[in-house]
């Protein structure tokens, strides 16, 4: 019979694992005696847990389904609104513009111009098939019309529409070397087209050109020669297009160059006058000066903030304490990279209604609705730059460009906006911190930064029911505690809105969060200032809705007919004319089966949706509160008066502070006092 022996000594063994305390069971107890027997053994218990996780997995799907499905009752409750008006143009419409009673699109083979009354076409203009990829208009009064286009060179085509003809006046970037050619990035016409502003970029640098437009001497011209604009017409296309079949597309340029600049000689119109040229901010480095008062003869009379460049730190020193904070942080700062000697080569920049923030003489008299100066922040710079219009006509620009005032701010700005009476100015920064000034008053309304984390897209200011009444009497007479309402989409897709009243704390509400389905993310947002409160949202698949901010409903939705779809919603083409109150939109055909198939499309259906008549005006009551008026059109008593009530009325929210602000300073003025007192004793001990 064989024996067998331990080898080893005998040992306590180890626990089994039915023993072993699990992190889901650490606050376990047993309700039921009778379970301390039913301990399942492995790898029963493994499949339970499986069997378990797959019932939560199921649960997790179906209340999320459940959501969609509520989400989509609310949407079958909103009403759809179906267009009222269509017509078709030939080639692709790139983008849309309203001016007055005109509409003017852009078109891969030129521009053409519809009357918005009855959709007609009223003139075109496709000299060399020049294909327009954006499109800015202003009217200047006396049915005449400034319009700005960039073309997919970037080339930037001033024209003046009057009536059934276009007048080109000039290329504002144009040049004889091809190769030193500049294309623009973006164009920006100011309301009422006064002036215009073009961001350009070269090989190696970019840069902002202000022009003035002299709408008075065009209008004068105008009236004197009646007939020029039906013989300067643009209405050589079939010669055009046989002489220019062989040409390459530089070469194609230059002969439209050559044919329209025998139109301008003819014309004799006054051309546009460069005013300002603003560069990006050069990167700060270490001091020049030898001593202090060569900085001092550099600095201005001190009364406002630089950029920075006149200072006294050596490299060496910004180097040394370079050195010291990679040091201290290097495992948080692993993962950035260096870029601070780059030069940014993108700005942003809005036209400023006359304000205190931008202060002139006496001698100058001050138009409330011409702007009075620029506001421009580069990307990755923070600060906002403003720069005065009010200045001497020279035959050069300065180079070396400084500004009239520098609002730095925390972080770098991410985005700005400006309402559309130029009195409010906001600021987000990449900390997701959000600055509303009131330029008029001199000071922010508020500074707030969403709850979480965000990267701000595009910021617009609402139009309140003030705004939207049809009275509009002088400061003073307006309600006693307006609201101001700004809406932030970040990158994410979701949609906040910043409430800032004048007396009490700003409010930051969550209208639209990020959905799941990445389909269902807001792409653009747009005010519609015809109804306070109103917003257009697009989304990323299709869907174009009307949504009143108070109480982040839907009220609507504009459906296209079934055979079209909103044509690239990621970017939709659209146009809102308040004048008439409708919402302009592109729609192509559904079946496309790719992107170069829509570039071919051979025609682009545009489609009206006139809000009066659809059952708007109940979802968006008006409210009995008046707009201000500019404060240019009050005498400087009434301004002081003005001034002094704002004033009043800002204080009524810095007394409720007070008694928490001084409660605050007493227990820290206490809590010192006591730290001093114990350091005291522990000095007189022996």
């Known amino acids: 019979m064989p024996v067998y022996i331990r080898k080893h000594p005998l040992e306590i063994p180890p626990p089994s694992e039915k023993d072993w305390l699990k992190d889901d069971e650490e606050n376990f107890f047993l309700q039921d005696p009778d379970q301390m027997l039913d301990v399942l053994p492995q790898p029963f218990r493994m499949i339970n847990k499986l069997v378990m996780l797959v019932f939560e997995n199921a649960m997790e799907i179906i209340e999320r389904r459940e959501t969609l499905q509520e989400a989509q009752k609310v949407r079958i409750q909103a009403t759809k609104c179906f267009p ?35 959709c007609k076409q009223a003139c075109a203009w496709d000299a060399a098939k020049t294909e327009v990829c954006a499109i800015h208009a202003s009217d200047l009064g006396n049915e005449h019309h400034a319009l700005l286009a960039v073309d997919e060179m970037g080339l930037v085509w001033l024209f003046c529409f009057h009536k059934d003809s276009f007048l080109f006046i000039k290329n504002l970037n144009e040049m004889e070397d091809i190769s030193k050619r500049s294309t623009c990035v973006e164009v920006v016409l100011s309301q009422g087209g006064d002036y215009a502003g073009v961001l350009l970029q070269g090989n ?36 055009s297009q046989t002489s220019m079949k062989s040409l390459e597309l530089y070469g194609e340029r230059s002969a439209e160059m050559e044919s329209v600049s025998a139109n301008k ?114 990307d990755g710079s923070h600060n906002l730059c403003l720069y005065s219009l009010n200045r001497p006509l020279k035959e050069k620009v300065d180079a070396d460009l400084k500004p009239d005032v520098v ?9 700005s906006a400006v309402s559309s009476c130029s009195r409010y100015l906001a600021l987000a920064c990449e900390d997701a911190t959000i600055t509303i000034w009131d330029k008029h008053l001199g000071y922010p309304l508020t500074v707030t930064a969403l709850l979480k984390e965000h990267v701000i897209r595009s910021m617009h200011f609402l139009q309140s029911a003030a705004a939207a009444s049809d009275q509009t009497p002088y400061p003073g007479t307006d309600p006693a505690c307006p609201t101001v309402q700004l809406l932030v989409l970040c ?13 009490g704390k700003s409010s930051v509400t969550l209208l639209a969060d990020r959905p799941e389905d990445p389909k269902l993310a807001i792409s653009t947002v747009a005010p519609f200032l015809a109804f306070p409160s109103a917003a257009l949202i697009f989304s990323w698949d299709g869907t174009v809705s009307l949504m009143d901010t108070a109480t982040s409903r839907i009220v609507c939705y504009f459906n296209t007919p079934p055979s079209h779809a909103v044509a690239s919603p990621w970017q939709p083409v659209f146009t809102v004319d308040t004048a008439d109150q409708c919402l302009i939109l592109r729609g192509d055909k559904q ?23 659809y059952p708007l005006k109940e979802a968006f009551p008006r409210e009995p509160a008046l707009p201000l008026r500019s404060l240019q059109d009050l005498p400087w008593i009434e301004r002081c008066n003005v001034f002094l009530r704002d004033w009043q009325q800002s204080l009524l929210g810095i007394k409720e502070q007070m008694p928490e602000c001084w409660s605050r300073l007493q227990a820290h003025a206490a809590a010192m006092d006591k730290e001093r007192e114990e350091k005291v004793r522990e000095q007189q001990k022996p």
Request: aromatic share 10%; glycine share 6%.
């Open 265 to 378: 000689a003819d014309a004799k119109l006054a051309l546009p006058v460069l005013l300002l040229k603003v560069k990006p901010p050069k990167p700060i480095t270490g001091s020049i000066f030898k001593s202090p008062l060569d900085a001092l003869m550099k600095v201005d009379d001190g009364s406002i903030f630089g950029l920075g460049y006149n200072h006294l730190i050596k490299d060496s020193q910004w180097e040394q304490q370079e050195a010291i904070f990679h040091s201290t942080y290097q495992e948080y700062l692993e993962a950035e990279t260096e870029s601070k000697d780059e030069i940014p080569r993108h700005a942003t920049f809005h036209f400023l209604l006359p304000s205190r923030i931008l202060q002139v003489g006496p001698e100058v008299k001050l138009q409330p609705a011409v702007p009075a100066g620029i506001s421009v922040h580069w």
């Open 591 to 613: 079946p496309q089966a790719s992107v170069l198939a829509q570039r071919r499309a051979s025609h682009s259906s545009i489609f009206f949706f006139n809000f009066n008549s």
């Open 84 to 118: 009222t008006a269509e017509f078709q143009v030939t080639g692709r419409a790139n983008c849309l513009a309203v001016s007055g009673k005109y509409l003017f699109v852009g078109l891969s083979v030129g521009l053409a111009v519809f009357k918005v009354s009855d």
């Open 407 to 415: 609002w730095p701010c925390a972080a770098p700005i991410a985005s």
């Open 204 to 239: 190696t640098e970019a840069w902002l050109e202000i022009y003035q437009l002299p709408k008075d001497s065009w209008l004068k011209e105008r009236e004197n020669s009646p007939g020029a604009a039906a013989e300067l017409a643009f209405r050589e296309r079939k010669s």
């Open 491 to 503: 990158t994410d897709g979701s949609l906040y809105l910043v409430a800032a009243p004048r007396a």
